[in-house]
Nanobody
Framework: QVLLVESGGGQVQTGGSLRLSCADSGRSIEVYPMGWFRQAPGKEREFVAVSGGSAASTFYSDSVKGRFTISRDDTKNTAYLQMNGLKPEDTAVYLC????????????????WGHGTQVTVSS
């Protein structure tokens, strides 16, 4: 059983930083790619970043590349999303997903989902 719990969201001003955490209280995450997605009100769910499993590869959406960093600590069964240089358009609920079947950039392909954490960036 994989149980993903996100934390670290909050409200910051433009240019601020937050670090989101995604803890898997079920099984070890080391075998799973871990992805972050976000969904803003009235908008479609958007891929943000993914960290591969044993390959440890990472990919980012163009909208966050250079500002966000995904990492993972497999000894703690936790993935992170360090978000710097936040902008109002980053405001969304951020979701942690794990274990995709197929394309990493499609949320529908992931087998395990967290409930999300709200990030609000004020101007």
């Amino acid at each position: 059983q994989v149980l993903l719990v996100e934390s670290g969201g909050g409200q910051v001003q433009t240019g601020g930083s937050l670090r989101l955490s995604c803890a898997d209280s079920g099984r070890s995450i080391e075998v799973y790619p871990m992805g972050w997605f976000r969904q803003a009100p009235g908008k479609e769910r958007e891929f943000v970043a993914v960290s591969g499993g044993s390959a440890a590869s990472t990919f980012y959406s163009d909208s966050v590349k250079g500002r966000f960093t995904i990492s993972r600590d497999d000894t703690k069964n936790t993935a992170y999303l360090q978000m710097n240089g936040l902008k109002p358009e980053d405001t969304a609920v951020y979701l942690c997903l794990a274990d995709p079947d197929g394309s990493w950039s499609r949320a529908e392909n992931y087998n395990y989902w967290g409930h999300g954490t709200q990030v609000t960036v004020s101007s």
